[in-house]
T-cell receptor, first 114, second 114 residues
Framework: AQSVTQLGSHVSVSEGALVLLRCNYS??????LFWYVQYPNQGLQLLLK??????LVKGINGFEAEFKKSETSFHLTKPSAHMSDAAEYFC????????????FGTGTSLTVIP | ETGVTQSPTHLIKTRGQQVTLRCSSQ?????VSWYQQALGQGPQFIFQ???????GRGNFPPRFSGLQFPNYSSELNVNALELDDSALYLC?????????????FGPGTRLTVT
């Protein structure tokens, strides 16, 4: 079985500060991990994904995430927050042996303070 | 390349009624997954369709059913609507068999049950 836990339902950072959104996963098989962003009244847009290649994954809009198997984590970071980063962020896991069924966390709402 | 589209955008139904939501998958994709996103929650997997057959199902009752057509578009049907069915319904398309393949989401259909 696969599951994801996102620690912190709300995160506030100042513009220009480091963004850190936490995600821990549980998977009985090697996982595929994803971060998606959702702006108000919109669908989900893929930020980045981990598929067992490099453990440090770079995505769009300056975001990156590091896969740490020993910690079962896949935290999302961005060195300098921009006002346009304010949105809901979701971590998701899928299993390599069950096709493309995704299991999402409950999300983290990011607020950027000017 | 055409992205994932969903219709209608918004829908209001009365408890006990039936509803059909529609999704057109992204060009080249053969798999459609449906998710329910309640307010303030992450998307919950309903089911997935591949080659017009159900290819996995989440913890949803049988009154949630679906179809996939030869052109890979899909429908989600919900019978005997309940108030708790009020949510954003997201459709995602993907290419089954692609290791770590991401899902591409549509903008969603907002269903309100009164």
């Amino acid at each position: 079985a696969q599951s994801v836990t996102q620690l912190g339902s709300h995160v506030s950072v100042s513009e220009g500060a480091l963004v850190l959104l936490r995600c821990n996963y549980s998977s009985s098989v090697p996982p595929y991990l994803f971060w998606y962003v959702q702006y108000p009244n919109q669908g989900l847009q893929l930020l980045l994904k981990y598929t067992s290649a490099a453990t440090l994954v770079k995505g769009i809009n300056g975001f990156e995430a590091e896969f740490k198997k020993s910690e079962t984590s896949f935290h999302l970071t961005k060195p300098s927050a921009h006002m346009s980063d304010a949105a809901e962020y979701f971590c998701a896991v899928s299993a390599s042996n069950t096709g493309n069924q995704f299991y999402f966390g409950t999300g983290t709402s990011l607020t950027v303070i000017p | 390349e055409t992205g994932v589209t969903q219709s209608p955008t918004h829908l209001i139904k009365t408890r006990g009624q039936q509803v059909t939501l529609r999704c057109s998958s992204q060009s080249g994709h053969n798999t459609v997954s449906w998710y329910q996103q309640a307010l303030g929650q992450g998307p919950q997997f309903i089911f997935q369709y591949y080659r017009e057959e159900e290819n996995g199902r989440g913890n949803f009752p049988p009154r949630f059913s679906g179809l996939q057509f030869p052109n890979y578009s899909s429908e989600l049907n919900v019978n005997a609507l309940e108030l708790d069915d009020s949510a954003l319904y997201l459709c995602a398309s993907s290419l089954l068999g692609t290791p770590g393949g991401e899902q591409y989401f549509g903008p969603g259909t907002r269903l309100t049950v009164t």
